[in-house]
């Protein structure tokens, strides 16, 4: 059962449009998401979080937004560069107890200059 | 943030043998994590390692095949144990950073044949 899903495991825009990243999720009791840029041979690199209280959350050009009643997160990254292009991981989790995070499976941007 | 390193970065391996991998923090954090990521997956919570505490594992995973040792807050290793090709994998250790963040190590490749 995947409980966190990212249905485009590919997305390819013209570098200075914007790029959306689309994550759903299943567990209402998720209440913490975070979302990750990896380039290839390294690790995740953390990108920006929200927390369940907000529906949005800005970091210079990337945006999350939340909509907990559709269980849907989007990551909004504008405007969109060559340097990224990487896989975007979407992560879930219940930040009472034990910390742990679902992650997505990914989805593969390519930024066209 | 936090300045993780892993060793080896990657390695091949024979059937049967064992690989223990190193991670290292620039600073002290009370909760490490190990993941697994396999060729074209998401990534996979192994197991939770606090210092002072045993590790927990996650439900698919077993201390005899991936034992985890937190010695201090600096440092853990895990082992993958009697391998198979079906280990193959990118290794990856995370810390908990600041509230409800993680940062990720850059990964060991593992490659069983």
């Known amino acids: 059962d995947q409980q966190v899903k990212q249905n485009s495991p590919s997305l390819s825009v013209q570098e200075g449009r914007i790029s959306i990243l689309n994550c759903d999720y299943t567990?209402?009791?998720?209440?913490?998401f975070l979302w990750y840029k990896k380039y290839p041979a390294e690790g995740p690199t953390f990108l920006i979080s929200?927390?369940?209280?907000?529906d949005k959350n800005e970091d210079g050009r990337f945006t999350v937004f939340l909509n907990k009643s559709a269980k849907h997160l989007s990551l909004h990254i504008v405007p969109s560069q060559p340097g990224d292009s990487a896989v975007y991981f979407c992560?879930?989790?219940?930040?009472?107890?034990?910390?742990?995070?679902?992650f997505g499976t990914g989805t593969r941007l390519k930024v066209l200059a | 943030s936090a300045v993780i390193s892993q060793k080896p970065s990657r390695d091949i391996c024979q059937r049967g043998t064992s690989l223990t991998i190193q991670c290292q923090v620039d600073?002290?954090?009370?909760?490490m994590f190990w993941y697994r990521q396999q060729p074209g997956q998401s990534l996979t919570l192994i197991a939770t390692?606090?210092?002072?505490?045993?590790?927990?594992?996650e439900s698919g995973f077993v201390i005899d095949k991936f034992p985890i040792s937190r010695p201090n807050l600096t440092f853990s290793t895990l082992t993958v144990s009697n391998m198979s090709p079906e280990d193959s994998s990118i290794y990856l250790c995370?810390?908990?950073?600041?509230?409800?963040?993680?940062?990720f190590g850059p990964g060991t490749r593992l490659t069983v044949t």
């Open positions: 995370s810390v908990e950073v600041g509230v409800n963040e993680q940062y």
């Open positions: 567990n209402s009791m998720f209440d913490y």
């Open positions: 929200i927390s369940s209280i907000k």
């Open positions: 992560a879930a989790g219940v930040t009472s107890g034990t910390y742990k995070y679902i």
């Open positions: 600073s002290q954090v009370t909760m």
């Open positions: 390692a606090n210092q002072g505490s045993e590790a927990t594992y």
